[in-house]
């Protein structure tokens, strides 16, 4: 409908919004004060779900229940070249009690914490059910969406700074809604609900060893292969999660971690790093996921002994640091056939040469140390 108009994306994005808005409307129009709306929804986008759940609002309703139902059919993404999620969402919303107008504005502030521990308490549940990768970030969606709705709505009490993007607008910016430094989204509650999962996810990889001690570069490295288990997945989630970790996508990632293809994100082996003079220095001093791809590159270009050698030099073997990347690492990178049975092409192949020369690594000078991967106990069972 907008192709080849100016600002076309913009007005796209507006005329989504404002269908989602009348189709909503007209749903809380014929239903009854105590009916209830289930709908479904699956998107990975999260901007999709921002227009979702503000058309939902503002149409009346509250979100009173969700749950995620598994409704692809089944297959390791770890053979897959791109990301995917399994799961729909389903969202039960009632309509919404009109609100006293004298009712007290509530601020973002105060509702942010109540959406995090609302994720929290959600996020080892849909864990325990099975669900895992990106589909545990979409589960955990509707969590906070509840949380969210139930406040609606809100504003800020201290303006956020005008995002970089948005001072670099020009054209486009007269297609796009105004800036207001106040304004709470439903974003803002996503965002809540990606940094829980990460913490969650952090914690569950890291075993037996203290969380938290990953570095941001490092932690995006480990999140975004636990998450969408492929070397390739949507650039707009990857910035979703630069923000979560607390890293700039386009200059911490992009160029040294990985690359912008067209609208995806396609993540590095150490092969590849190396020949682009993107690794860092090999003491991991800038983030450890150069030390590890440093050692892996040595153990897959020379030899297993070389790589020992090196990290021996740079300090690595003693370092917990290192120790705990090497833990998160070798849960989220994808198994070699070597390990697993399984043939890997491309990318995801050239990730898995990684994973067998860490693997190799740890069995060889630090098997006292970092625990056996608990991935590879799956191929195990499965030959068993």
């Given at each position: 409908m907008f192709v080849g108009l100016a600002g076309a994306k913009a007005l796209a994005n507006r005329d989504y919004q404002q269908r989602m808005a009348r189709i909503f409307e007209e749903c809380r129009r014929v239903l009854k004060p105590s009916g209830i709306m289930t709908l479904m929804f699956t998107h990975k986008a999260t901007?999709?779900?921002?227009?979702?759940?503000?058309?939902?609002?503002?149409?009346?309703?509250?979100?009173?229940?969700?749950?995620?139902?598994?409704?692809?059919?089944?297959?390791?993404?770890?053979?897959?070249?791109?990301?995917?999620?399994?799961?729909?969402i389903f969202l039960v919303c009632r309509p919404r009690e009109v609100p006293p107008s004298?009712?007290?504005?509530?601020?973002?502030?105060?509702?942010?914490?109540?959406?995090?521990?609302?994720?929290?308490?959600?996020?080892?549940?849909?864990?325990?059910?099975?669900?895992?990768?990106?589909?545990?970030?979409?589960?955990?969606?509707?969590?906070?969406?509840?949380?969210?709705s139930r406040h609606w709505p809100l504003k800020r009490g201290t303006p956020r700074p005008t995002p970089e993007a948005k001072k670099r607008q020009r054209q486009t910016a007269l297609f796009e809604e105004e800036y207001d430094?106040?304004?709470?989204?439903?974003?803002?509650?996503?965002?809540?609900?990606?940094?829980?999962?990460?913490?969650?996810?952090?914690?569950?990889?890291?075993?037996?060893?203290?969380?938290?001690?990953?570095d941001p570069m490092s932690s995006f490295f480990v999140l975004a292969w636990d998450a969408f288990k492929a070397p390739q997945f949507p650039y707009d989630e990857g910035l979703r999660l630069a923000r979560a970790v607390g890293v700039d996508l386009d200059t911490q990632v992009v160029g040294i971690l990985a690359e912008k293809k067209g609208?995806?994100?396609?993540?590095?082996?150490?092969?590849?790093?190396?020949?682009?003079?993107?690794?860092?220095?090999?003491?991991?001093?800038?983030?450890m996921v150069d030390a590890l791809h440093h050692v892996a590159n040595a153990a897959r270009s020379k030899t297993l002994a070389a790589a020992k050698e090196m990290a021996e030099r740079a300090g690595l073997l003693a370092d917990p640091a290192f120790q705990q990347a090497l833990t998160y690492a070798l849960e989220v990178l994808p198994p070699s056939r070597t390990f697993s049975g399984l043939?890997?092409?491309?990318?995801?192949?050239?990730?898995?040469?990684d994973f067998e020369a860490l693997e190799n690594l740890r069995r060889l000078a630090l098997s006292d140390r970092v625990p056996e991967p608990e991935q590879l106990k799956l191929f195990t069972e499965e030959v068993a």
């Open positions: 901007g999709a779900w921002d227009a979702l759940t503000k058309g939902l609002m503002e149409a009346g309703f509250v979100i009173t229940a969700s749950w995620p139902i598994n409704t692809e059919a089944e297959g390791s993404l770890h053979i897959k070249d791109k990301s995917a999620a399994n799961s729909t004298d009712a007290l504005q509530e601020y973002w502030e105060d509702v942010e914490p109540l959406v995090a521990r609302a994720v929290r308490r959600r996020v080892e549940e849909f864990q325990k059910a099975g669900i895992g990768g990106v589909d545990l970030y979409l589960a955990c969606f509707g969590p906070a969406l509840e949380e969210f430094p106040y304004a709470v989204t439903p974003e803002d509650a996503l965002d809540a609900a990606r940094r829980e999962v990460k913490q969650w996810r952090l914690e569950q990889l890291a075993r037996k060893s203290a969380p938290g001690a990953l609208s995806d994100l396609i993540m590095w082996d150490s092969a590849k790093r190396a020949a682009k003079a993107a690794l860092g220095s090999p003491d991991g001093g800038r983030a043939s890997l092409d491309g990318d995801l192949a050239a990730a898995a040469s």
